[in-house]
């Protein structure tokens, strides 16, 4: 769960994605009292990924393929990506036959919530 902050009330404190636990506790010097509380904010923005448009190319000169090369797409999340990967099709700077091919990205976000 999140970093302690110890405050005499949450206006103002920023919770991150995830698990927050809040203890409450009030004393009047011989007596104690104390309540807990969790906060889950959920992270549901989906991730992005732009870059690479549909790519429409000639075969290589004397072949019935061709060598395609794009720059790669770019991954982003308001929370943080673990990681981002090529999951089907060549990479790029390959040889494609003639046809269409599918290549597919796939973003992962860091559990942060119920991981199992």
Do not use: H
Not at 76 to 81: A, F
């Amino acid at each position: 769960m999140g970093t302690p902050v110890v405050a005499s009330t949450l206006d103002g404190v920023i919770f991150n994605a995830g698990i927050n636990k809040v203890v409450w506790t009030a004393s009047d010097g011989t007596n104690t009292s104390t309540r807990s509380f969790r906060i889950t904010v959920i992270d549901d923005d989906a991730p992005t990924i732009t870059g690479t448009s549909n790519i429409t190319q000639n075969v290589d000169e004397g072949l019935c393929s061709a060598t395609v090369t794009w720059p790669d797409p770019v991954a982003n999340d308001n929370c943080g990506l673990a990681s981002f990967n090529r999951i089907e099709g060549p990479a790029s700077g390959s040889s494609f036959p003639i046809g269409i091919t599918t290549i597919k990205y796939k973003s992962y976000r860091p559990c942060r919530i119920n991981c199992n």
